[in-house]
């Protein structure tokens, strides 16, 4: 049984920093290509980043673009998200994906095969 848990969410101020975690089990975690989607309250879920299966090739949706980094520890079969610079608009529920086809950077939310139960950022101005 494949399980993604996301871990690190909660409550930060406007210009602060949260990293999230994710930690997969019951899948060859390196053959995955793996993502961060969010959902804010009464909007769709969107891409947020998104990393190939070596983590050599990382792309990020543009609204954040140099402050967010997406990394990923094989051998902890752990993707994470290091969120910098917060915003108010961040706040939204963060859901780790992953895609089994490896090679790509970027999920499309039709094409991901595993989601985890989601995290919570909340994000105060």
């Known amino acids: 049984q494949v399980q993604l848990v996301e871990s690190g969410g909660g409550l930060v101020q406007a210009g602060g920093s949260l990293r999230l975690s994710c930690a997969g089990s019951g899948l060859t975690f390196s053959r995955y290509a793996m993502g961060w989607f969010r959902q804010a309250s009464g909007k769709e879920r969107e891409f947020v980043a998104g990393?190939?299966?070596?983590?050599?090739?990382?792309t990020y949706a543009d609204f954040v673009k140099g402050r967010f980094t997406i990394s990923r520890d094989n051998a902890k079969n752990t993707v994470y998200l290091q969120m910098n610079s917060l915003k108010p608009e961040d706040t939204a529920v963060y859901y780790c994906a992953a895609d089994d086809d490896g090679s790509r950077w970027y999920l499309r939310a039709s094409g991901v095969d595993y989601w985890g139960k989601g995290t919570l950022v909340t994000v105060s101005s």
């Open positions: 990393i190939n299966w070596s983590g050599g090739r990382t």
